[in-house]
């Protein structure tokens, strides 16, 4: 996957640890097997854009609108073949589907308290890990690339998706102060505890690539890529897609 790759999934993954240690410190301790399954979700919550082998058809993009689904399935298997206890199953269905932003979180039917808490810490480090990426904005390409392959979001072309991202983290701001209860401020307290600084550097980081966004689209379109300048990501953009399609 062009966007969702095993870097998108390490960034969820290490956000949601430290975000497992904020909740922890602050009171809401947590039990080994919530811990075991928060950190499994996290790792597979993007796994149903895996292609079945010999049926390789494309990136795995495809699978946008279904790729939440797909995951499940494969971590009930994956939970039988590996011998995990059978009671992680029902868990772990509800917390990865927090992640599928194509379902309200409030739709989702938890069977208690406990989960909905680790469904929460999970999507949000799903929505906080990416945004906080230093090469956020120029992964934005690549996340186009994917949407195009899928049909997805009709994007008129990647500065359509530049410019409208700025209102994706307007709406993305109300659902984790709203339905995932502002938990992403627990992270300030992971910081303090391990470096004994008063940062929350993740959303610290993202209010910097919005800022940067913001100049970004108030220039011309011909303008965009020539400011993103970090990875190398546009050149990888436009190796993966011709130039005028990527405009």
């Known amino acids: 996957m062009p966007y969702h790759d095993l870097s998108h999934t390490l960034h969820v993954f290490l956000c949601a640890v430290r ?29 149903g854009f895996v292609q079945p082998r010999g049926k390789e058809t494309g ?35 509800f917390i990865i589907q927090s992640t599928n932003y194509l379902q309200p979180f409030s739709a989702i039917n938890f069977p208690d308290e406990r989960t909905r808490l680790l469904g929460q ?14 090469a956020y904005l120029e992964k934005l390409l690549l996340l186009y690339l994917e949407f195009k392959e899928a049909h997805f979001g009709g994007y008129r072309n990647v500065h359509d998706l530049l410019s409208k ?4 983290y307007g709406s993305t701001r109300k659902k984790l102060d709203g339905d995932f209860g502002g938990i992403y401020a627990k992270l300030a307290l992971h910081f303090k505890d391990w470096f004994g600084v008063e940062n929350n550097y993740y959303m610290e980081s993202i209010e910097k690539n919005i800022d940067y966004l913001s100049k970004i689209t108030s220039l011309s379109e011909e303008k965009h ?8 990501i546009v050149e990888k953009a436009e190796t993966l897609i011709a130039p005028e399609r990527l405009e």
């Open 19 to 47: 975000l497992m240690h904020g909740v922890h410190i602050s009171g809401s301790r947590l039990a080994d097997n919530e811990i075991t399954m928060v950190m499994m979700a996290a790792l597979m919550h993007d796994i």
């Open 59 to 93: 990136s795995g993009a495809q699978y946008t609108a279904t790729h939440v689904k797909r995951g499940i399935e494969f971590m009930l298997r994956y939970i039988v073949e590996q011998r995990f206890p059978p009671d992680f199953a029902a868990s772990l269905g």
């Open 121 to 134: 810490i999970v999507a949000t480090a799903d929505l906080v890990g990416q945004m906080s990426d230093r």
């Open 165 to 168: 991202t700025q209102d994706f």
């Open 225 to 232: 890529l020539s400011m993103l300048k970090r990875a190398g």
